[in-house]
Every structure is written in C-alpha cells, then in structure tokens.
C-alpha cells in the first residue's frame, strides 16, 4: 500500500521522459492531457502554445524555482518568487486565483499551472491584443509582462527574443505531433 502511493506521487511529480514528443507526453501523463483540454475549453488557447512555454519555463518540473543567489558562499535569496510548472511569481498568482476563482489552485499543480497559463494567454489577447496562437509574442509577454511587452523592453534582449523563438518554433513542433496523434490518445 505504502509502495502504491509513492509510485503514484512520484510519477505525478516526475518530469516527461521524453519532453521533446507531446504525444509521448500525453501518453505518459494521461491527466495532462485532460487538463490541457479543459485549459483549451475555458481559454480558447491552443494547447500547444502554454505547453511550449512551460517546457522553456521550468522543463516539467513541479517545483521549479530560479536559481539561488550567493555573495561569496552565503545565500541571499532568489531573484524572484516565480514557482512550479508555469514559473509564476506570487503576485500574478494571486491576481490569477482572484479573477478566476481558483482560490485553491496550486503552482505545482500540473492541471493549476496549465489552467493559468491559459488565463494569461487570454489576458494578454485582451491587453496587448496577441493571439493566443501567437507563441513567440506570448511568450516575450509572459516573461516581460504586459507593460513591459507594451514598453518593448524585450528590444534590448536578444537572448529573450532568441528563446521567444525557440517556444514559437516547439508549439509548432507539439501543434504537428497533437495533430497527429490526438485521435489515438
């Protein structure tokens, strides 16, 4: 029994095997794949787009944090309070669980984490007018935020603009791959 329930904890916690392939995603997390849809369902955004992000934003990892800031060896915190699948800091939460009704949703929730993301993508239509299909100007929008995308603060950042890139060109990727396979799944 005790077995059982940590094979089930930690395959719920563990990152994809093979995060390159969204169907061999879905298979492997099978209520990823319902969550996705329901994101899809109440958001209008295309699966892929918030999965393609949070592959660049944490790798799948629920308890993904920004790496540690040290002077000398001592600790001196984090650079943000960005958490969990979606990497989000705690102020966007908290607008996100009041304008949504998630009072309990949770970061390192995979179905929470994917749900927010489609909240943000649909905010950032409405604000900054980008498509939700649009995955490289969502992305610049996720990470900058929407004054900042407003701004151009990305303009200055080619390593941003180079990684926008990268998400655009993987939603693509997972677009073809969920075409192909989401009959079978």
């Known amino acids: ?3 059982s329930l940590w094979l089930v904890a930690c395959s719920n916690t563990t990152p994809p095997s093979n995060q390159e392939d969204l169907c061999a995603i879905f298979r492997q997390k099978s209520g990823w794949l319902e969550a996705a849809q329901d994101m899809t369902a109440r958001w209008g955004t295309p699966l892929q787009v918030p999965m393609a992000m949070m592959y660049q934003e944490s790798s799948f990892r629920h308890d993904a944090k920004p790496p540690m800031r040290y002077f000398l060896f001592i600790p001196i915190g984090r650079p943000s309070s960005a958490f969990g699948f979606a990497q989000v800091k705690d102020e966007t939460w908290d607008d996100y669980t009041k304008d949504a009704g ?14 927010f993301m489609g909240w943000y993508t649909a905010r950032t239509q409405k604000l900054n007018g980008v498509s939700k299909w649009d995955a ?3 992305y610049l929008n996720y990470h900058e935020g929407w004054g900042g995308f407003r701004r151009g603060t990305y303009k200055s950042k080619t390593w941003l603009m180079k990684t926008a890139r990268k998400v655009d060109e993987r939603a693509r990727r997972y677009g073809a791959q969920y075409r192909q396979c989401k009959d079978d799944l």
């Open 1 to 3: 029994m005790v077995c």
């Open 102 to 115: 998630r009072w309990f949703a949770s970061r390192d929730n995979f179905a929470d984490a994917i749900d």
């Open 136 to 138: 490289y100007n969502q």
